[in-house]
């Protein structure tokens, strides 16, 4: 359980970060909380010879709530997402899906935008910004993009990322009249999602007029349930209606397997966490936030 010998740096501002892990390319990685990196390299799973510490950059802290997004600095960490009041009236799915991520400890040093360049399969970030539309900003050496959440995930700790290039930023749309819902099936050791689903049900009058679902844990990354999706304005509630929706979410999806949940048990459990999110999204009507 000791990494490799390795360089530590902390540089001053995001350009010197850029320049750094332009510079050292595939031996250099970013650093912000630790908490996935760390184990990593303790297990000889990483082994960069420099670790670029940006943690502490400016440019990656900072929240700002607006009336059609939210913009969140990449360094933020999962406690403040998790206790912070503007952020939970704008996007109630944040503080739902933080509170549920490990323990305390965890929460207080892991970031945002660790997690999500991190990808792991089961972590819960993941599948809350497929279920808002969340789009990522990413600076590089020689440019800045934006990559879209659908777009992001790619496979097993697999993402759109290009060496050398940091998420700074993930924007969030607002919407007014939606009712959110997070379940996730605790890994009993580890805490990490054995399946997790998030759901996003746009209310118009009274009335699910469409919405997301994202899911993590299930397959080699977070995805959206879109066929499942396509049905969500029909959903009413009956039992026959759920059942096609739980089929369709995940028809053609091949469940990864470990030794804690193998395909079947996964499968049995991401219906039922479906299921059960369905249910609490429809019966989480805020009325401070909804005219519908
Ligand atoms: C005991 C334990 C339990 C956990 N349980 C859960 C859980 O239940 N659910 C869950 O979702 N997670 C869980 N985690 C993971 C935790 O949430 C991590 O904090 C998170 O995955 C990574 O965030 P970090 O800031 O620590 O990233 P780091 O460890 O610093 O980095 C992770 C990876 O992302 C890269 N990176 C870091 N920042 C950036 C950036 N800004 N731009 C581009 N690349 C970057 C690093 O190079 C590294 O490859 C757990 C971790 C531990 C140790």
């Known amino acids: 359980m000791i990494p490799s010998a390795f360089d530590y740096v902390r540089p001053d501002s995001l350009s010197d970060a850029l320049a750094l892990l332009a510079r050292h390319r595939d031996a ?8 996935s990196l760390l184990p990593m390299m303790k297990l000889r799973l990483a082994a960069p010879d420099l670790v670029v510490d940006v943690n502490e950059l400016g440019e990656l802290h900072g929240i700002t709530v607006g009336r059609n997004e939210v913009v969140v600095g990449a360094a933020t960490t999962h406690a403040t ?12 799915l944040m503080p739902v899906v933080a509170c549920q991520i490990a323990d305390a400890t965890v929460r207080n040093r892991g970031t945002l935008g660790g997690s999500l360049a991190h990808a792991d399969p089961s972590a819960d970030w993941p599948a809350a910004m497929l279920a808002q539309n969340a789009v990522f900003e990413v600076a590089g050496s020689s440019g800045s993009r934006s990559i879209a959440a659908r777009d992001f995930f790619k496979g097993l700790f697999e993402t759109a990322l290009q060496p050398g290039e940091l ?16 379940r996730k ?31 993590t844990g299930f397959a080699d990354h977070a995805f959206r349930a879109e066929r499942a999706e396509a049905e969500l304005s029909k959903h009413v509630g009956e039992p026959s ?4 929706l739980l089929d369709l979410a995940f028809d053609g999806v091949a469940p990864i397997e470990d030794r804690f949940a193998d395909a079947e ?3 049995q459990l991401a219906r039922t966490m479906l299921r059960r999110a369905l249910a609490d999204a429809q019966s989480s009507f805020n009325p401070a936030r909804s005219a519908a």
């Open 28 to 35: 250099a990685k970013p650093m912000s909380g630790g908490h």
């Open 81 to 92: 997402l998790e206790h912070h009041p503007e952020v939970a009236a704008a996007l109630p």
């Open 167 to 182: 998420i700074v930023a993930v924007r969030i749309p607002v919407a007014a009249n939606t009712r959110v819902a997070y």
């Open 185 to 215: 099936f605790r890994h009993p050791a580890s805490g990490y999602a054995v399946v997790g689903v998030a759901v996003v049900l746009d209310y118009d009058k009274g009335r699910c007029g469409g919405g997301c679902i994202a899911i």
């Open 241 to 244: 209606h759920i059942e096609r």
């Open 265 to 267: 048990y996964r499968l």
